[in-house]
């Protein structure tokens, strides 16, 4: 039985993991991240505010919602991909800009929509902002640091036939402390992670033309 080990833990309703089940994988799902909230309490008053990540919502909401801190209803929000468009939406409000997943190809669509006004960038403290780098003088940008991503020190992960990255850090992370075996497939999320991959010596990485469990899924079966 092969064995996949992704960095992220998985539902019970994950397609990552229900697909590759069924298909005959065994499936290790763990974060090599801990993650710490950074309060603040309040945000600047902005045109635009743009999430990387889906945990990124997860801890600007809590805090609006302990802090009782109100958006301006004129407010747009901007989300890096669908996943994280999808978790802005589960707040009930509208995702007004959803990008690719890609930093090159949302910030140029971005920019098209937002150009010339300002835009928050609520974020980890080791976020490698990948959009604001490419933005240059396109926008005003501000920073607002509200969690804290941190490398586990102490984690086991068996011997696995193919290694699934779903972050830069945690690729960081994992081979830190392991070596990438001859037999082993290496794949990530998308293109950002793809990257540190290839910088830590990886040469050959795969990975979906858009980010996503589903996505991962195909390319793992094809591959």
């Known amino acids: 039985m092969k064995k996949i080990f992704i960095s992220r833990p998985l539902k019970t ?33 902005v045109d635009w505010i743009f999430f990387y990540s889906q945990k990124g919502v997860q801890f600007f909401f809590s805090q609006i919602q302990e802090n009782f801190i109100f958006l301006s209803p004129e407010t747009q929000l901007a989300g890096f991909g669908e996943k994280t468009a999808e978790m802005i939406e589960s707040y009930e409000l509208e995702c007004d800009f959803v990008g690719t997943g890609k930093a090159e190809s949302t ?11 300002t835009v928050l960038f609520p974020r980890a403290e080791n976020s490698q902002r990948s959009v604001q780098q490419l933005i240059d003088n396109e ?14 020190y ?39 992670t793809a990257k540190t991959l290839h910088k830590l010596g990886i040469e050959k990485v795969l990975f979906p033309e858009k980010p996503s469990e589903k996505n991962l899924v195909k390319l793992l079966l094809q591959s």
Do not use: W
Request: with cysteine.
């Open 13 to 45: 309703d994950s397609i990552f993991r229900i697909e590759l089940e069924k298909a005959g994988f065994e499936i290790h799902g763990e974060s090599l991240l801990k993650f710490e909230l950074v309060p603040f309490k309040k945000i600047p008053e």
């Open 107 to 117: 910030t140029q669509k971005f920019i098209e929509i937002a150009k010339g006004q």
């Open 139 to 152: 926008l005003i940008t501000k920073d607002l640091i509200i969690y804290k991503n941190l490398p586990k």
């Open 154 to 192: 102490y984690f086991d992960i068996p011997k696995m036939d193919y290694l699934v990255f779903t972050s830069p850090l945690n690729a960081k992370v994992f081979f830190q402390k392991y070596k990438c075996e001859k037999d082993q497939k290496i794949f990530s999320i998308g293109e950002t």
